[in-house]
């Protein structure tokens, strides 16, 4: 498996409350990408990077901030949870050639009641 | 960005051939056709693409229609770990990043 994990991987926070996801990756790979999934939805793409400290927005970013201050870890943070970002989270990673498939962690399910 | 349109679900029998279609009428000349798929519980995983010619690796086989309208998803012996739901994606120039996944072909496999 690519080197990529996500922490955590369970959380259940209150409305209103700051919650970061961390996305660590071992491959030195360039991109990285950070996607919500939702039952009827399918993935969507909220965040992604391509490059330190360069960063854009994707299909759901608003409530979203990112950081990516080296280049294997890309942080997203929910400044102020809300109910409707309770969602599974994946982070994915890969070099960006064409050869270079995505690679995706095993996700974190966040629960904001 | 072209669509894709694909299935929402199918069934195969274990051991059987499976063929998953996807409809891309839209496509562009420098679209890539990038297949995924989603084990339950887990992140999504490469599976094949491809641009004009159809393409073989260990999991499965891309045909690719000559009008490249549409392009088929061959898993030639169906296990129970095939069980997942499959995504078809266009994306343009070939990179893998920035995919836009759809809701996908849910598979389902029985034994």
């Known amino acids: 498996d690519a080197g990529i994990t996500q922490s955590p991987r369970h959380k259940v926070t209150e409305t209103g409350t700051p919650v970061t996801l961390r996305c660590h990756q071992t491959e030195n790979h360039r991109y990285m990408y950070w996607y919500r999934q939702d039952p009827g939805h399918g993935l969507r793409l909220i965040h992604y990077?391509?490059?330190?400290?360069?960063?854009d927005k994707g299909e759901v970013s608003d409530g979203y901030s990112v950081s990516r201050s080296k280049t294997e870890d890309f942080l997203l943070t929910l400044e102020s949870a809300t109910s409707s970002q309770t969602s599974v989270y994946f982070c994915a990673i890969t070099a960006g050639t064409l050869d270079s498939p995505l690679h995706f962690g095993n996700g974190t399910r966040l629960t904001v009641t | 960005d072209a669509k894709t349109t694909q299935p929402n679900s199918m069934e195969s029998n274990e051991e059987e051939p499976v063929h998953l279609p996807c409809n891309h009428s839209t496509i562009s000349g420098t679209d890539y056709i990038h297949w995924y798929r989603q084990l339950p519980s887990q992140g999504p995983e490469y599976v094949i693409h491809g641009l004009t010619s159809n393409v073989n690796n260990r999991m499965a086989s891309l045909a690719i229609a000559e009008d490249r309208k549409s392009s088929t998803l061959i898993l030639h012996r169906a296990t129970l770990r095939d069980a997942a739901v499959y995504y078809c994606?266009?994306?343009?120039?070939?990179?893998?990043?920035?995919?836009?996944f759809g809701k996908g072909t849910k598979l389902s496999v029985k034994p």
């Open positions: 990077s391509y490059g330190v400290k360069d960063t």
């Open positions: 994606i266009l994306n343009y120039g070939g990179s893998q990043g920035n995919l836009i």
